[in-house]
């Protein structure tokens, strides 16, 4: 008798791997001619959601938005690209990490602008939560974030314990309204 279950898919970080590009407009910026930071969160999580999607090949929710770095201004006509890629899977859930540039056309020059780390969780049409296929890092710089994002994981796993511990006395607090108790 075999045991063992079917067998679990394994994916490259390649195929998965995904870009975007946007021109920034002005009703993309503020009022000093600025691209939004929640514009650019948009962004982030849409290219994000892309590779998660395409890794897990059922829907994803996004889970978290665990770190992002706002690094330079981006300006009304810039050309915005995003990439992401997946750094690691878990049993449902994948965490990916997005960068983000601006070209100038003219003199074809890239700046580095932003950096995010995300979680996105595979789900059914119904929203109950699917398992995810395995991530095969190959290159170093990919077993590099894949161990990072491990430890992100860790971080992130022990912070969710402290809030949960701390929620008791919270929630005592008549009419509190907190994020996570509504």
Excluded: C
């Excluded at 962004?43 to 706002?70: E, K, N, Q, W």
């Excluded at 050309?79 to 997005?98: D, H, P, Q, W």
């Amino acid at each position: 008798m075999d045991f063992s279950g079917p067998a679990v898919p394994v994916r490259k970080i390649s195929e998965s791997q995904s870009e975007m590009t946007e021109l920034i407009l002005p009703n993309d910026t503020n009022t000093l001619g600025n691209l939004l930071g929640g514009r650019l969160m948009h962004f982030i999580d849409l290219v994000g959601a892309m590779a998660a999607y395409r890794h897990s090949r059922t829907h994803v929710v996004t889970a978290s938005m665990d770190h992002i770095d706002f690094i330079a201004p981006v300006h009304v006509g810039d050309l915005l690209i995003l990439k992401s890629s997946l750094n690691r899977a878990f049993n449902t859930s994948m965490e990916v990490g997005v960068k983000v540039w601006v070209e100038n056309t003219i003199a074809g020059m890239h700046r580095h602008v932003a950096s995010a780390y995300l979680t996105f969780v595979a789900v059914d049409s119904q929203g109950r939560r699917v398992p995810v296929p395995q991530l095969a890092p190959e290159t170093e710089e990919e077993k590099r974030h894949y161990a990072d994002a491990g430890r992100r994981r860790e971080l992130r796993q022990k912070e969710l314990e402290r809030k949960r511990a701390g929620r008791p006395a919270e929630a005592a607090i008549k009419g509190s309204v907190r994020p996570g108790n509504v």
